[in-house]
């Protein structure tokens, strides 16, 4: 992918921007921000366009109205809060489109930020509707996207208005998820070595083919081992087991031999009688695991294997917990795996979605590299995918 534009390549003195931030935060009954993480880590991209002396227009969605105007889901509650955190004033708007947005932003001064209504509002927006792509570009004179959380969308505000304006450019955030995520998979530093986990084989299909041709080590861990280690003959009991992928997982194990891809599988495991939080678990072994049970943790062995290789990579990838790590008896194994990786001098890129929740339970989020803000959208980009709202983007040359 031909490298793309940055904001700190635009001249933005007295342009009106149009932002695409992910301002998409969680919101309790009282219609308070419950965690600002999102409104912070745009930040550094909208001071840097209020500093240059442009007019911005700040654009994102929250939650999922499906098209319809719903109070529950409006983005009014950020506009005091970003002003709060900016030390200055944030208009909201009563839309994203329309005659109100249209004056409003036709009054707007050099430094003046504007925060649209959710943009999900429209039925154009998901849609990608050419008419909405319209009266949002037309808003504006140049593009910023800085919602990486979205970029694997091809959305109205992520793809559609991005080709109508020019310049198009990454915002901070978005350079920055793009430079570690295109580093890792272009041009990393061996040992490189991918962690999977999570529940399912079927999500990560497309991921583990990308990187069986670049890695050197892949750890599984997490519900879907137990398909690998059923395909290898090993008896399970009830653990998470997708039958109709027991033939890929066969075709996976003998792709990664043929690549010399050293792909490491649990050897032992916390095991439960039941699935629930305060279930009766103990640890068992691959050669004894009981029919009854089911595995939801990686093993202490596995936990030490896999702390091995990270002591020693340059490079590691990781997406996905190692167990059920909701529940603490089962979350051993990926807090393991989250020390082991925080003690470890490679250069670390936590992939969205439970891992970075788990690293964040650990307190281990300063520990790491990069922790990517699109769960979908890292894992996008791991599959080798361009993703439509970055290939939107101006190219650099
Ligand atoms: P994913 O969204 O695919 O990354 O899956 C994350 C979910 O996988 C978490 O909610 C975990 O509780 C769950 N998970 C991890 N290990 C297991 C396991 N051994 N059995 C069942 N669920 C698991």
Redesign the pocket.
């Known amino acids: 992918m031909p490298e793309k534009l940055s904001v700190l390549d635009l001249d933005l003195k007295g342009k009106k921007v149009f932002c695409r931030v992910d301002f998409n935060v969680p919101l309790n009954e009282a219609g308070a921000i419950t965690d600002d993480t999102r409104i912070l880590g745009a930040l550094p991209t909208i001071r840097h366009i209020i500093d240059k002396g442009a007019q911005l227009i700040l654009a994102s969605h929250l939650g999922r109205p499906k098209g319809k105007h719903n109070p529950k889901y409006s983005l009014a509650p950020v506009a005091p809060h970003l002003s709060g955190l900016l030390n200055r004033n944030v208009a909201m708007a009563e839309d994203c489109i329309g005659p109100q947005v249209t004056s409003l932003v036709n009054q707007m001064e050099n430094g003046d930020i504007i925060l649209l209504e959710n943009l999900r509002f429209h039925a154009g927006e998901e849609k990608n509707d050419p008419d909405f792509c319209r009266q949002l570009a037309d808003l504006a004179d140049v593009y910023v996207n800085d919602a990486f959380g979205t970029a694997h969308r091809a959305h109205a505000s992520t793809e559609g208005v991005a080709r109508l304006l020019s310049p198009a450019a990454a915002g901070l955030l978005m350079e920055k998820e793009i430079r570690y995520l295109s580093q890792a998979l272009a041009n990393p530093s061996h040992p490189f070595v991918a962690i999977l986990?999570?529940?399912?084989v079927s999500?990560k299909i497309a991921v583990i083919e990308n990187l069986l041709g670049k890695v050197d080590s892949l750890l599984i861990g997490?519900?879907m081992a137990?398909t690998f280690l059923k395909a290898q003959g090993h008896h399970v009991g009830r653990?998470?087991v997708e039958e109709d992928r027991l033939e890929l997982a066969s075709e996976l194990l003998r792709q990664a031999e043929e690549k010399q891809v050293k792909m490491l599988l649990p050897t032992d495991h916390v095991i439960a009688s039941e699935?629930k939080e305060d279930a009766q678990h103990k640890t068992c072994s691959n050669q004894d695991f009981p029919a009854d049970w089911?595995?939801?943790?990686i093993g202490p062995e596995t936990s030490k294997t896999f702390s091995t290789v990270l002591q020693k990579a340059k490079t590691v990838i990781w997406?996905?917990?190692?167990?059920?790590?909701?529940f603490e008896a089962f979350s051993k194994g990926t807090f393991a795996v989250a020390k082991a990786l925080a003690e470890s001098e490679a250069l670390s890129i936590i992939g969205g979605?439970?891992s970075v929740a788990a690293v964040n339970k650990a307190g281990l989020n300063d520990k790491m590299t990069h922790i990517s803000t699109g769960g979908g959208a890292s894992l996008e980009f791991l599959e080798g995918k361009i993703l439509p709202g970055i290939a939107a983007l101006t190219d650099k040359s």
């Open positions: 986990g999570g529940a399912k999500d997490g519900g137990y653990s998470l699935f089911m595995g939801l943790d997406n996905g917990p190692m167990g059920v790590f909701e979605g439970d």
